[in-house]
């Protein structure tokens, strides 16, 4: 599986049409994909697993969401301040 995912992330384009967030307004799935790669890499590092699987999520939201939103999420989880369950 962990060859399937490095295989989708070689050939990532842009984000592809997730059914969870049908309409054009992408805010949630930007945010959810953001939460899950850090929800990824937080419990691969606990086991001591390559996160490179973890890479997917992180493209999705690069593309997704604006850069002052990650800058600002960052700060927020560097902070602790961040708002959302990691």
């Not at 899950?36 to 593309?63: I, M, P, T």
Request: proline letters at 5%; one cysteine or more.
């Amino acid at each position: 599986m962990a060859e399937e995912m490095k295989s989708k992330v070689k050939n990532y384009k842009t984000a592809p049409f997730d059914s969870r967030f049908p309409n054009q307004n992408q805010t949630r799935n930007c945010w959810q994909n953001y939460l899950d790669f850090h929800r990824c890499e937080k419990a691969l590092n606990a086991k001591g697993d390559d996160v490179s699987v973890c890479q997917w999520y992180r493209r999705v939201y690069k593309s997704l969401c604006p850069i002052s939103w990650v800058t600002d999420w960052d700060e927020q989880r560097a902070d602790g301040t961040f708002p959302g369950k990691i």
